[in-house]
Structures are given as C-alpha cells and as structure tokens.
C-alpha cells in the first residue's frame, strides 16, 4: 500500500481536470484528457508492453463521475464511455508528478502514428 493518499479529490467545474491533494501537501492537477489516454485499464494498457493502445481523439473528453474502489483507489468515468480505469493513489501521484513528461511520450506516438488529439 502507498506511504501516501488523497485528502482531498476535487473534479474542476468544467469536468475537464481532477484536483488531487495528498497527506503530504503535494497537489496534482490532472488534466481529463491525460487520465483518459494514461488509464491503467487494460483497454489502454492491454494484457502486456507490446499490446499498449495509443488514444486519439480525446482532447475535449471530460471525467463524469470518480467512485472509490477501497481504500486504495478511485475508478474514473469519462464521458466517452470509458470507465475501466482504476487508478490507484500511487498512479495518481506519479502522473501528477511525471504526468506532463508521460504526456509529452503520448503526443509523440500520436504524430508517428499519424493520430490526432482531435476527433475526426
């Protein structure tokens, strides 16, 4: 179990970004879109390393509900449909604290696989 947990989540007014204060102050501000496209479900992730699924199309994707799952993490719904992602305090720290490099990692494997952020 992590060393570290949420005081507080907040998702924004517009839906579009996920506030998440842990007991050590640190505060993360995670964009929908990043969580959408960094899910750790299986439909994104896949059963291995070969079998990771790049998302496009989620730039204007916002979250439409955030439900604990015990103690140890929340599973967020997208108003896309998505909602197979639990993600765990210790995910939700990382990407708030490596998330922006994570993201940049996606951009790239958009633009070499001809993708976009936008829907089409």
């Given at each position: 179990m992590s060393d570290f947990w949420p005081s507080e989540l907040?998702?924004?007014?517009?839906r579009r970004v996920l506030f998440v204060t842990f007991n050590d102050g640190l505060v993360a501000t995670l964009p929908a879109e990043m969580l959408r496209v960094l899910s750790?479900?299986?439909?994104?992730?896949?059963?291995g390393p070969?079998?990771?699924?790049?998302?496009?199309?989620?730039?204007?994707?916002?979250?439409s509900a955030v439900a604990p799952t015990g103690n140890y993490a929340v599973r967020i719904a997208f108003d896309d449909g998505h909602d197979s992602g639990i993600f765990t305090w210790s995910y939700l720290r990382e990407l708030g604290q490596?998330?922006?490099?994570?993201?940049?990692d996606y951009e790239r494997e958009l633009a070499q696989k001809g993708l976009s952020r936008d829907r089409h």
């Amino acid at each position: 179990m992590s060393d570290f947990w949420p005081s507080e989540l907040k998702v924004s007014k517009d839906r579009r970004v996920l506030f998440v204060t842990f007991n050590d102050g640190l505060v993360a501000t995670l964009p929908a879109e990043m969580l959408r496209v960094l899910s750790p479900s299986a439909e994104v992730q896949g059963h291995g390393p070969d079998q990771k699924v790049t998302v496009p199309g989620k730039r204007e994707v916002a979250i439409s509900a955030v439900a604990p799952t015990g103690n140890y993490a929340v599973r967020i719904a997208f108003d896309d449909g998505h909602d197979s992602g639990i993600f765990t305090w210790s995910y939700l720290r990382e990407l708030g604290q490596t998330g922006e490099a994570k993201f940049a990692d996606y951009e790239r494997e958009l633009a070499q696989k001809g993708l976009s952020r936008d829907r089409h």
